[in-house]
């Protein structure tokens, strides 16, 4: 083990001991809830040191019980379907693609009014026969529509993606820029309506 890693985990190890000595337990699911922070959806999160950003508590614990810091493309699913519970044995590390299956992709199973067990062609987007995009959507319809596109519309989407891209990989120096751009752009447009304020 390298040392960034040996670094990476006793941040990890000190994060969870933080959690655990704070978490209350639910005796009727066996859920171990965050009290603190939570976002608007209902996932605990909190401060890791040695880091400005906010982390979410179920990915930490997680982390501290397998031993490794999960990937960005690793997510977790609640068995419980508490958000807010860290208890490693309702956890589960699971793909995306894995993730969204799981959850119908807009809600938690049958009890969805949205869940589908088949597309509008038939194909089936659950179980073992299913053939899904990592966005969750039927594979066979998106190459269907995407056959279907005009070279023009193709060529529009090829762009869009371009464009798309490139606003992901924008260097740090490229998102200051752009921010201080937009202040400036900002403090006219409060400088302009402040003299419109003051003519009227």
Excluded at 136 to 164: F, V
Aim: aromatic share 4%; hydrophobic share 30%; with cysteine.
């Amino acid at each position: 083990m390298d040392e960034s890693s040996s670094t990476e985990l006793k941040v990890i190890e000190d994060a969870a001991s933080r959690i655990y000595a704070r978490v209350e337990l639910d005796p009727t699911t066996g859920c171990l809830v965050w009290p603190g922070l939570k976002t608007e959806k209902g996932y605990g999160m909190i401060r890791v040191r040695g880091c400005e950003s906010k982390h979410y508590v179920h990915r930490i614990v997680l982390s501290h019980a397998m031993g490794y810091a999960l990937a960005p493309t690793e997510e977790v699913h609640h068995g419980c379907f508490n958000r807010a519970c860290v208890n490693v044995e309702h956890l589960q590390v699971l793909s995306t693609a894995e993730h969204n299956r799981l959850h119908g992709r807009r809600g938690c199973g049958e009890s969805n009014p949205f869940w589908k067990s088949h597309c509008i062609r038939g194909h089936a987007l659950h179980g073992p026969e299913a053939d899904l995009t990592a966005r969750g959507d039927c594979r066979p319809c998106s190459m269907a529509r995407h056959i279907a596109m005009t070279p023009e519309r193709r060529a529009q989407r090829r762009a869009y993606l371009r464009t798309y891209d490139a606003h992901r990989t924008r260097t740090e120096e490229q998102q200051a820029a752009r921010r201080e751009r937009n202040r400036e752009a900002m403090r006219a447009r409060r400088a302009a309506l402040k003299t419109s304020k003051e003519c009227a």
